[in-house]
């Protein structure tokens, strides 16, 4: 418990820092890889939607004005400084808010969210088990999370995940497609479907 305490604490302050330019022109190819995710939930007006490692929000921001305010939508971020920055750009939208929480104990009720979305942050979670045990309790039945993450199912992606986590102390592990089906069923999800966004980065859809 210490271990993942200490490893939430690296994270939030390593997020902390990346705040500040995390919406420069340069990372616009994330939030292309974000839209290219969320077109796999279907969303419908009336959702309630959940962004896990929201940064600074522009996934929420997205659904909320594309579904015209017409439902929740919800960022959760480990860095209070990605979360205040998501509610500032989020000030002239209805039904949005923004928690600083970690993945792994979130503050949400039984069965509060039809569709979860999380993008390059699973990575990160020193247990991916408690995280998505908590996605399925949250999750109404039925309910669906899409997962888009660095996926490790050749060689070069394990060597490069090795190394990564040898220089980064915030890096857990990329996982493959084959490790993330196991996951879910353990956590009761069923797998739904996996597939490349753009190299090596996969989507990996459940349901509850």
């Not at 939607?49 to 929740?72: M, N, P």
């Not at 996951?183 to 996996?194: I, P, Q, T, Y």
Request: charged share 25%; net charge positive.
């Amino acid at each position: 418990m210490e271990e993942e305490r200490g490893h939430a604490a690296l994270n939030a302050h390593k997020w902390n820092r990346r705040a500040e330019t995390y919406d420069e022109r340069r990372f616009s190819y994330m939030r292309w890889m974000q839209r290219k995710a969320l077109s796999v939930l279907n969303l419908n007006k009336g959702v309630s939607f959940l962004d896990l490692g929201c940064g600074t929000g522009y996934a929420v921001r997205l659904v909320a004005k594309t579904l015209q305010g017409d439902g929740s939508f919800v960022g959760v971020d480990i860095s209070p400084r990605m979360v205040e920055i998501a509610k500032s750009n989020a000030t002239s939208l209805k039904s949005t808010y923004f928690i600083v929480s970690n993945a792994e104990e979130l503050p949400f009720d039984d069965e509060a969210f039809e569709a979860i979305l999380c993008t390059n942050s699973f990575h990160h979670y020193p247990s991916p088990s408690k995280a998505l045990s908590e996605v399925y309790r949250i999750l109404k039945p039925s309910g669906k999370i899409c997962i888009m993450d660095v996926t490790a199912d050749n060689m070069l992606i394990r060597l490069i995940d090795t190394r990564v986590r040898s220089k980064e102390a915030e890096h857990v592990k990329f996982y493959s497609t084959a490790e993330y089906r196991a996951m879910f069923e353990r956590a009761g999800l069923k797998h739904v479907s996996s597939h490349t966004v753009w190299p090596p980065e996969k989507v990996h859809v459940a349901r509850k």
